[in-house]
């Protein structure tokens, strides 16, 4: 096997420097793209699981190039493992949310996880890796009992399954309220807090009620909310207005559990969360 099963063949700096997005491409010439970010003392890596994506979340551009193919351990790590190369400071996190939903390509991102936290391997501590999932049910439960050392956060993005159905069609499979009652378990079971992901979208979640309910949902659960301003890709989601976002968040000043606003970096180059997608050459 080769040691580098992906070549480099695209390399974009955003204005601010502080994120970079690089585009891989596999030997079987499909594309997938892996983010470098940058905040204060951080440099974190969204690593690829996949090429495209099946779970079809109707806010995100990689869900339009449908699903191709799981990539194997050697192509998630690879990822990492050249862009350590280019950059000088040394990667301190790693989130397995780049292209593709984790838990549909279990067995290697499970893998590359054990790799990246081998202290023959990379050496990276559990705490600095994080696997994010759309919600696939037995997945979270496998995760549970097997007990894996590193995070896991889940996209949660709606405070009923009604809501969470016009944007996420994973929930005609796994629905919300067993999603939360899995989330609570594994938080319990595993006295690890579970990182919920809200994007922020306009007219569809982002009401003072929601805000409400989400606390109500969220309170008894030992987690931490993320919440994300939604980064737009030009299909019909917007994201609120800046007034909105902050009469959103402000409903969250006297909450018991931990919550954060993840003000996108990458927007203009197309590195945002939800905006990986490899554009093909006629573009």
């Known amino acids: 096997t080769p ?39 951080r440099i974190t ?49 790693v989130v397995f949310m780049g292209m593709g939903e984790p838990f549909l390509n279990y067995k290697n991102t499970i893998g590359a996880a ?3 936290h081998h202290f023959k391997g990379i050496n990276l501590g559990a705490k600095r890796i994080t696997i994010s999932t759309a919600g696939i049910i037995p997945k979270i439960k496998q995760y549970a009992a097997e007990l894996h050392p590193y995070k896991l956060a889940i996209s949660l993005n709606a405070v009923s399954n009604n809501q969470r159905l016009k944007i996420m069609p994973i929930s005609k499979v796994y629905s919300f309220k067993e999603l939360i009652k899995v989330s609570k378990n594994y938080a319990y079971n595993s006295r690890k807090k579970v990182t919920f992901e809200y994007v922020l979208l306009k007219n569809i979640n982002d009401s003072i009620e929601d805000a409400k ?56 180059i197309e590195a945002g969360c939800g905006q990986l997608v490899v554009k093909t050459e006629m573009d």
């Open 3 to 41: 040691i580098h099963p992906l070549k480099l063949i695209n390399k974009n700096i955003s204005n601010s420097k502080k994120t970079q997005k690089f585009v891989f491409e596999l030997k079987t010439k499909e594309r997938i793209e892996a983010v470098l970010m940058k905040s204060k003392n």
């Open 45 to 93: 890596i969204c690593l690829s699981t996949q090429v495209g994506c099946a779970v079809d979340c109707k806010f995100c551009a990689t869900a339009k190039m449908g699903f191709k193919k799981n990539l194997s351990v050697g192509e998630i790590i690879d990822q990492f493992v050249q862009i350590q190369k280019l950059v000088r400071k040394k990667i301190t996190n």
């Open 114 to 116: 054990n790799l990246l």
């Open 213 to 268: 309910k989400l606390i109500v949902l969220l309170e008894n659960i030992n987690c931490k909310l993320n919440i994300i301003p939604y980064n737009e890709i030009g299909n019909e989601f917007q994201r609120p207005s800046e007034k909105t976002i902050k009469n959103f968040i402000n409903i969250f000043k006297n909450v018991k559990f931990p919550v954060t606003i993840r003000w996108s970096k990458g927007t203009d």
